[in-house]
């Protein structure tokens, strides 16, 4: 299910990885030869993965809408997450979430890989819309989202929400072309 754009690949955290990272960090980077980057995880990912895994352990159609390990394939090191907070709901929505340690930002990589997990996202017919949301001065964040096509929709005291609704394709197949 790995896939790559430009310059980022994608791994989606299955729930061995997950074991891994939360039990031994060291080791993922051990599996996939990479150097060590004392910056990841970060600890909002470390605080998420015992849910994740145990409800990917529930469902394994989950995987792929829950994080996914950001790694630069010409530099072979990691350079954040990204990732869905789940499947879509019952209005076809899913909400988008990321971070790129911080010795990488300010290079695209957040533009980069939001433009393409918003394509596999939009790959699968059961999604409509999805949803962002970044604190009201977090304006590298804002100007990610605004740069791949979502428009805001919420302000919540320091929060902004963001949406991009999916196109209508001319019959276009997608290079994920995957069903859920």
């Given at each position: 299910?790995?896939?790559?754009?430009?310059?980022i690949?994608?791994?989606?955290?299955?729930v061995?990885?997950?074991?891994?990272?939360?039990k031994?960090?060291?080791g993922f980077?051990?599996?996939y030869?990479?150097p060590?980057?004392?910056?990841?995880?970060?600890?909002?990912?470390k605080?998420?993965?015992?849910?994740?895994?145990e409800?990917?352990?529930?469902?394994?159609?989950?995987?792929?809408?829950g994080?996914?390990?950001?790694?630069?394939?010409d530099?072979?090191l990691?350079?954040g997450?990204?990732?869905?907070?789940?499947?879509?709901?019952?209005?076809?929505?899913?909400?988008?979430?990321?971070?790129?340690?911080?010795?990488e930002?300010?290079k695209?990589y957040?533009?980069?890989?939001?433009?393409?997990m918003?394509?596999?996202?939009?790959s699968?017919?059961?999604?409509?819309?999805?949803?962002a949301?970044?604190?009201?001065?977090?304006?590298?964040?804002?100007?990610?989202?605004?740069?791949?096509?979502?428009?805001?929709?919420?302000?919540?005291?320091?929060?902004?929400t963001?949406?991009?609704?999916?196109?209508?394709?001319?019959?276009k197949?997608?290079?994920?072309?995957?069903?859920?």
């Amino acid at each position: 299910m790995e896939f790559s754009s430009a310059r980022i690949k994608f791994v989606p955290i299955t729930v061995e990885l997950a074991q891994t990272i939360m039990k031994n960090p060291l080791g993922f980077y051990y599996k996939y030869r990479l150097p060590w980057n004392k910056s990841w995880p970060h600890d909002g990912l470390k605080a998420m993965l015992p849910f994740y895994a145990e409800a990917l352990e529930k469902d394994s159609q989950m995987l792929g809408f829950g994080p996914w390990i950001m790694i630069d394939v010409d530099q072979e090191l990691v350079i954040g997450d990204i990732g869905f907070k789940g499947p879509p709901d019952e209005e076809g929505v899913i909400e988008v979430g990321y971070h790129v340690v911080e010795n990488e930002r300010n290079k695209g990589y957040a533009t980069e890989a939001v433009r393409a997990m918003c394509e596999w996202g939009f790959s699968h017919d059961k999604v409509c819309s999805i949803e962002a949301q970044c604190g009201k001065r977090n304006v590298p964040s804002q100007k990610v989202l605004i740069n791949n096509g979502f428009s805001q929709t919420l302000v919540n005291r320091d929060m902004f929400t963001f949406e991009k609704k999916k196109q209508k394709r001319n019959n276009k197949k997608s290079e994920f072309n995957q069903e859920m």
